[in-house]
Every structure is written in C-alpha cells, then in structure tokens.
C-alpha cells in the first residue's frame, strides 16, 4: 500500500478528489461523499486534513465501531510522518462486526443465504456496509425488487386525490343533515384529512419498531428471511438508493389491509377521507426517508436535526428512534436515542 506525505494529502481538498487521514491511515473518501450519513456539507471542511480527533470527539459527533469499518473500503495507504503505530499495510481495523465474505457471498443472491445465518444473523444485519446487494437470482425479480424514489409520488398521489374524491362525495351523507353546505363538508373533510396525515405518523412508528424490528427466532431461517426482506436489507445496506423506498407492491399490501379495516369499520366518506390523508402521509414518509439519507440539509435545519435522528437510528442504536418522518412517538414510548433526550 502507498505512503503518502500530509502534504500530498492535503492538495485533495475538493469534491472532486477528497482525501482525509485518520489514525495514520490515509482514504479517499470521494466515491463516499453523497453516501456520509451526515451529509457532504459536513465533510466540506475536512478534506485534505488529519481527522483522528474530530472522530473521537464526543462534543461534535464520537463515531462508533461502524464507521471504522466502513472506512476500510476507501483506504488507499499510510501516512509516511505518522508517529501512530499504524497496523501492518494489509490489516483492516475491524474494530467490531464481521469481514463480509466471511459469513455470506456477495456474488450471490442475498435472500438465498441469510436465513442459515441462525444467531450470527441480527448483529450481522446491523453492522452495515455500502456495497451493492443483490436479493434474487432471476433478473425479472430483481428488478422489480428495487424502487427509485419518485416512484411512491407517481404510483400513489393519484390515488390519494381519488380517495379524497370519493370521500368529500361520500361525507354529505356520513354527516349530520343540518351540515349539508358544500363548505362545511370541505371543513370536515379537511379536518378528517390532515388527522389521517397525523394518524400515519403513529402508524409509522408502530410498524417500524413491532413488525420491522422484530427480533426473529434464531432457529427459523423463514422468519430470518422475511425479516431481512422487509427491513433487515436496509440496515444492512443503508446506502442502496433503490432500497429506501417500499416497492408499489410490498407497499400495496399494507395499504389494501388498512383500507379494508377502514371501510369495514367506518362510514364510507369518513374513511376514505382519513384514508387519503393517511396515505399522503405515507408519500411524505417515503420521500423524507430517502432525503435523510441521500440529502445534504442545511445546518441547524429541521431536516438536518432529523438526519442527524436517523442516522442515530442507524449507526448507534437501533433499538431507539424509530420514528422517521416525525420524532414525536419516541418520547412518550421512551425510545428517543440517548443523545437526543
């Protein structure tokens, strides 16, 4: 592995070709900007420099065994000044987790292999990389296995607006008789609505922590499987654009089965109405999922603060912060991450 000088390092200093040090340890980190969880801006003022204190720095963000890890993909050689005992040229630091090819092959469809993971499987899945993951064999499959983001809006704010139809026709005769004027049915629609957009974000939260957390039995590849299909891959591969996002048929399933409780437990108009604003909600969900991770929030923005959120949910502590479009379910559920408390 090459040596390089601080000063040959120091002349890497832009998006084009950016180069840090740690530990003795030289990388390049160009490939790795869109992909930071804390987004490129945060990484701006650093190319080119030493960055062995500012990641050990508990004051501006201590980063975890994890981010050691992932380092090793962008490691291109030592420092030739460094006075730290740097570890011989073809050691990694896995400072925890697993080297990847030791449990699973890459080159192989995913789905095929995690279920005989057995008790390795959970700290397997949340010790994440950025590499690409193929989930099926059969191109076909795997195609459709994966989502572009702008797919959720397309796919499904046509039916929000249908929903929304439908229900403003349908509330006049949910609703009380002396309420029959077109703009106090648009007032109780709306109000119904934008509660359905509210009531997503409880939605949201129940079904990440209790179906897409759940712990599944050690001894049943099945459930190990369903699990790493429905969110494992994620946590796993947390980089992979076309994997932020529900495919429109996964995503159908859940929508079919609440529209269905919906309309069987409710009036037609008042659950249609709730049911739209619901799956806005949803759209909304999806899309901001995708921004925290591939977006670059101003500092001190509101989406900053969220990335900042999730990206504690993903490289710290998976078991706090499960809320994603909205913080607000974590703190009376007592699930905020430590350092957000």
């Not at 204190?53 to 050691?68: F, G, L, N, R, T």
């Not at 890890?69 to 987790?97: A, C, F, P, T, W």
């Not at 992979?240 to 529209?259: K, N, Q």
Request: hydrophobic residues 40%.
């Amino acid at each position: 592995m090459e040596t390089y000088s601080l000063e040959e390092v120091s002349k890497h200093n832009s998006e084009d070709s950016a180069w840090l040090v740690n530990n003795g340890r030289v990388f390049d980190v160009t490939e790795f900007l869109s992909h930071h969880p804390g987004g490129r801006n945060v990484l701006l003022p650093k190319f080119g420099k030493d960055v062995s204190e500012i990641m050990q720095d508990p004051s501006v963000h201590k980063h975890s065994a994890v981010a050691y890890n992932m380092m090793n993909k962008y490691r291109i050689g030592k420092l030739s000044s460094s006075k730290n005992n740097v570890q011989d040229e073809d050691e990694e630091l896995n400072m925890e987790g697993y080297k990847e090819n030791e449990l699973v092959d890459w080159s192989k469809p995913m789905v095929a292999q995690v279920g005989k993971l057995g008790s390795e499987y959970m700290k397997w899945v949340h010790s994440p990389v950025n590499r690409p993951l193929r989930l099926f064999g059969p191109e076909i499959v795997e195609f459709f296995s994966k989502t572009p983001w702008y797919i959720v809006p397309i796919v499904w704010l046509p039916v929000v607006l249908y929903l929304s139809i439908v229900g403003l026709m349908h509330l006049s005769d949910d609703v009380a008789s002396a309420l029959t004027n077109m703009y106090s049915i648009f007032v109780i629609f709306l109000c119904l609505f934008l509660f359905g957009t509210f009531l997503w974000t409880l939605v949201e939260y129940i079904l990440h922590r209790y179906l897409f957390h759940i712990t599944p039995p050690d001894d049943s590849p099945f459930w190990i499987t369903f699990h790493f299909f429905i969110h494992g891959q994620h946590h796993k591969v947390p980089f992979d654009s076309g994997r932020l996002v529900f495919p429109p048929v996964a995503a159908s399933v859940f929508a079919v089965t609440f529209y269905t409780l919906f309309i069987s437990t409710l009036p037609y108009g008042i659950a249609n109405s709730l049911f739209a604003g619901g799956l806005l909600g949803y759209v909304m969900y999806d899309c901001i999922h995708y921004y925290l991770h591939h977006g670059s929030p101003n500092h001190g923005s509101y989406f900053h603060s969220l990335k900042s959120y999730h990206v504690a949910h993903h490289f710290e502590d998976s078991k706090k912060g499960y809320g994603i479009s909205s913080k607000l379910w974590d703190f009376p559920f007592n699930t905020t991450p430590m350092k957000f408390e």
